[in-house]
C-alpha cells in the first residue's frame, strides 16, 4: 500500500501511527472534532492497513542491534581492505572489539576541578569534608593545599 490517495486520511493515518489517539489524529488533520467519526475512520480497512504499513517502516529504521552494527563494521573494514586503506580497517576492526567488549577505554582524569571559597563554612562541615577527603591526602591525592 503506498499513499492514501485522500490528504487528509493520509494524515489521519501518519498522526495515528505516531501514537495520537483518534481523536487527536481527526483533528490534526483538519477535521473538527468528532469522537464517532474518528473511531470509524480509525476502524477503515485501507487506514488500518496504512498504519501498519508506516508503523513497520518505523520499526524497521530503528531496527539497530550489536548484530547489525557489527555487520556495518564487517563491511566497512572489507571495503578498506579492498581499497587499501588500511587505518580505516584498524579503525574498522577496533570498532567491532569495542562493539564487543573486548576493549574498554579507560580515562584518567586529572587537574582541579575549581576553587572554593572555604572561609564561611562551619567547623562541623570542615570536619565531614576532612573525613572524606582526608584519606586522598594520606595516599598522595591532591597535595595542592598542602603546605611546605
Known amino acids: 500500500m503506498s499513499v492514501l490517495p485522500n490528504p487528509r486520511h493520509e494524515a ?12 487527536e489524529a481527526y483533528a490534526q488533520a483538519g477535521y473538527s472534532p468528532n469522537r464517532g467519526n474518528a ?3 480509525k476502524a477503515n480497512e485501507n ?9 513497520g517502516r518505523s520499526a524497521k529504521r530503528v531496527e539497530v542491534t550489536v548484530e547489525t552494527l557489527a555487520a556495518e ?3 566497512a573494514r ?7 586503506q588500511t587505518g580505516a580497517a584498524v ?7 569495542k562493539l564487543f567488549g573486548l576493549i574498554v577505554e579507560k580515562h ?3 587537574g582541579s576541578i575549581g576553587s572554593y571559597d ?3 563554612v562551619t567547623d562541623d562541615d570542615l570536619d565531614r569534608l576532612e573525613a572524606i577527603l582526608g584519606p586522598l591526602a594520606d595516599t598522595g591525592g591532591d597535595t595542592g593545599g598542602a603546605e611546605t
Open 12 to 23: 489521519f493515518a501518519q498522526a495515528l501511527a505516531k501514537g495520537k489517539t483518534a481523536d
Open 39 to 41: 473511531t470509524r475512520m
Open 47 to 55: 487506514i488500518r492497513k496504512r498504519v501498519e504499513e508506516l508503523q
Open 73 to 75: 563494521l564487517e563491511e
Open 78 to 84: 572489507a571495503l578498506a581492505l579492498t581499497e587499501k
Open 91 to 97: 579503525s574498522a576492526t577496533m570498532g567491532k572489539a
Open 108 to 110: 584518567k582524569h586529572s
Open 118 to 120: 572555604l572561609t564561611r
